[in-house]
């Protein structure tokens, strides 16, 4: 039901560095960014999808989906 949602929003992926054990590389920049509906009982639902790419030039498609509660 539509009617449960009060506003949507994005923020795009505008780049970043990725320093771990296991990898290390880059957010591509402008690549997809973060989708947020928000709704009347206070949750926020988040969509986000974006490219990263690894030192070593491959390429890694990433898609998350989580959720916020708070007043």
């Known amino acids: ?3 449960v949602y009060k506003r949507q929003g994005f ?15 880059r957010v591509v920049p402008n690549s997809g960014g973060d989708w947020a509906l ?3 009982d206070h ?15 491959t390429q890694i498609y990433m898609r998350n989906n989580g ?3 708070a007043p």
Do not use: C, K, N, Q
């Open 11 to 25: 923020v795009s992926a505008a780049g970043g560095i990725i320093d771990g054990p296991l990898l290390s590389g």
């Open 1 to 3: 039901a539509s009617d």
């Open 67 to 69: 959720y916020r509660h």
């Open 43 to 57: 949750t926020v639902m988040f969509h986000a999808h974006y490219m990263l790419e690894a030192d070593d030039g």
């Open 38 to 40: 928000y709704r009347d």
